[in-house]
């Protein structure tokens, strides 16, 4: 008997290590987080009909369960005004799903003081935690930026982000951002006219663009670490979602992804870290990450460039030293304005006539500041720009180590450069 059971249990045993090793490590398809931003319901003023508030809320509800969908809805504490929006947001949990916190009022956090926008965020917190606790006694794990805005300067970004660590919530980013909520009035507004042939259109319209959005994130995260990466969707709590979700899961699954759990998905080493980037607008993952590794890439292209000019000026080649600059450069000096490159090379010649003139030159870069605005795509999605143009400040030393009778020569210079094809130009030098 004992011995039946055991040789069946290897059988099993193998035709499961048989069907991981075709699959790969974990179960097949590509892990992916649904999130689900302003809970109770999203779209502002539009649904104040509590019958409609909660018919919205099944049909979100009843899409996941189709799909099997362990989703995470970010709750936003200020529009949890009535006993019918808790009993929306139990349904949310009674369903399996996990509430996090989207703050109290969801302040930009841009054009708010860190003060104000973390008492906002820790009002949401406890709201939402004294709601939990009441629930089976659930915890507040997670928090997610409105508009995904982290802040505009480092201080901000720094403060909330010891705030969060303080009080154990966890920034829930996305990697999938989209225009889905632009969808929610027009929908509405047809829907209400009973006009089937516009919901109709708006519903593809919704379809094709969160394709769009989807292809475009997968390509950015997969190129950035050069395999397949989970991806968090960003959808709303909205109606149109509701008509919209099920065909949207359908897609995603014949697209190969297989919707996973939070823990699942953050586990993943690309959530690891989470990017230092600064900028007036919120971002999705990967964009944050090109965006910086853009910034970063151009200062090594200043640090190549400045290091070109002084190993030219050190072995007395004053062409490639000028070779740097374009074509129309302007040179600011003490002694004056020269423009354009020819000259400013003739004014290096008439100054250092021989490389004993020249001595040696050293360039240390004191600050490099690039120019990096934003794009727009064209479904109306914001996306960091590339590094139109840098501004260097650096310290220039000239010394002449075999004439004692020379003292070293210093000063500082104002860079201004633009990109020429695939590398810098100086286009503005301002020494002193
Ligand atoms: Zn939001």
């Keep these: 008997m004992t011995r039946t059971l055991s040789a069946i249990t290897i059988a099993v045993t193998l035709t499961l ?29 539009l649904h104040t009909d509590p019958g409609e508030r ?156 969160l394709h769009v959005e989807i292809r475009d994130q997968e390509a950015k995260g997969d190129r950035l670490f050069g395999r397949t990466v989970p991806q968090i969707l960003l959808l709303h709590a909205n109606e149109v979602g509701a008509a919209q979700w099920d065909s949207l899961f359908t897609w995603l699954e014949r697209r190969g992804y297989r919707f996973a759990t939070a823990d699942e998905v953050l586990a993943d080493a690309v959530f690891k870290d989470e990017p230092r980037f600064i900028g007036d607008a919120g971002f999705g993952l990967w964009d944050r990450l090109i965006s910086l590794r853009r910034a970063h890439d151009a200062q090594t292209a200043v640090e190549a460039l400045l290091k070109t000019q002084s190993d030219a000026w050190n072995r007395g080649d004053l062409d490639t030293f000028t070779s740097v600059y374009a074509e129309d450069a302007s040179f600011l000096s003490p002694t004056g304005l020269i423009q354009g490159r020819q000259q ?64 070293t020569a210093e000063g500082l210079t104002l860079l201004v450069l633009r990109r020429h094809g695939d590398s810098w130009e100086i286009v503005q030098d301002a020494s002193m």
């Design 17 to 45: 290590l048989a069907s991981s090793a075709m699959t790969g490590a974990g179960p097949a398809g590509r892990p992916l987080l649904i999130s689900v931003d302003d809970l109770p319901v999203a779209g502002g003023g």
């Design 344 to 407: 400013v090379l003739e004014r290096y010649r008439r100054r250092y006539p021989d490389q004993k003139a020249m001595g040696t030159l050293s360039l240390e870069i004191v600050e490099v500041r690039s120019a990096q605005g934003i794009e727009v795509t064209a479904l109306g999605d914001a996306r960091p720009s590339r590094v139109h143009g840098l501004s260097v400040a650096a310290r220039w030393r000239l010394a002449y180590p075999d004439q004692p009778d020379k003292k």
């Design 54 to 209: 909660e018919l919205i809320t099944r049909g979100l509800l009843a899409a996941l369960a189709k799909h099997h969908v362990p989703a995470v809805g970010l709750v936003i504490w200020g529009n949890v005004k009535t006993g019918a929006d808790r009993v929306l947001l139990r349904r949310w949990l009674v369903a399996g799903h996990e509430l996090g916190n989207h703050s109290a009022s969801h302040l930009d956090l841009t054009t708010t003081a860190s003060d104000t926008y973390i008492s906002d965020v820790e009002a949401g917190r406890a709201g939402l935690a004294g709601f939990l606790a009441a629930e089976d006694n659930r915890h507040v794990r997670f928090f997610r930026f409105p508009y995904l805005d982290e802040g505009e300067t480092t201080a901000k970004l720094d403060a909330v982000r010891a705030y969060l660590a303080r009080s154990g919530q966890r920034n829930l980013p996305v990697t999938i951002d989209d225009q889905d909520w632009e969808f929610e009035k027009p929908w509405v507004e047809a829907r209400r006219k009973n006009d089937n042939k516009e919901t109709e259109r708006i519903g593809d319209e919704y379809q094709e663009a």
